[in-house]
């Protein structure tokens, strides 16, 4: 199960950290994504922290402005998020993926609204 918080209304600009809480399955084994959906559009991928070695990676509107980490002994995921832009306005979700070389795994949270206006 993925439970998201953190999301809430914030001028452009400002600054917002979502977070997410990880149970039921080996949190440390997966890796971790963050998307965003506007309704009518496509789920978009914001940012991603791998389970072994940590490394992220960022969807080039983000990149420079987001800051996606893990904390394996808490079983949380983050994404703080900075300089805000009224493009930004979304429900974000939370992911799990873990490839055990035949079937994926794959877990979503229920989405946290983001809105970014004046």
């Known amino acids: 199960q993925l439970v998201e918080s953190g999301g809430g209304l914030v001028q452009p600009g400002g600054s917002l950290r979502l977070s997410c809480a990880a149970s039921?399955?080996?949190?440390?084994?997966?890796?971790m994504h963050w998307y965003r959906q506007v309704p009518g559009k496509e789920r978009e991928w914001v940012a991603s922290?791998?389970?072994?070695?940590?490394?992220?990676n960022y969807a080039d509107s983000v990149k420079g402005r987001f800051t996606i980490s893990r904390d394996n002994g808490k079983n949380t995921v983050s994404l703080q998020m900075n300089n805000l832009k009224r493009e930004d306005t979304a429900v974000y979700y939370c992911?799990?993926?873990?490839?055990?070389?035949?079937?994926?795994?794959?877990?979503w949270g229920q989405g946290t609204q983001v809105t970014v206006s004046s």
């Open positions: 992911n799990a993926t873990w490839w055990d070389g035949s079937i994926l795994y794959n877990y």
């Open positions: 039921g399955f080996a949190f440390s084994s997966y890796d």
């Open positions: 922290v791998t389970a072994v070695g940590r490394s992220t």
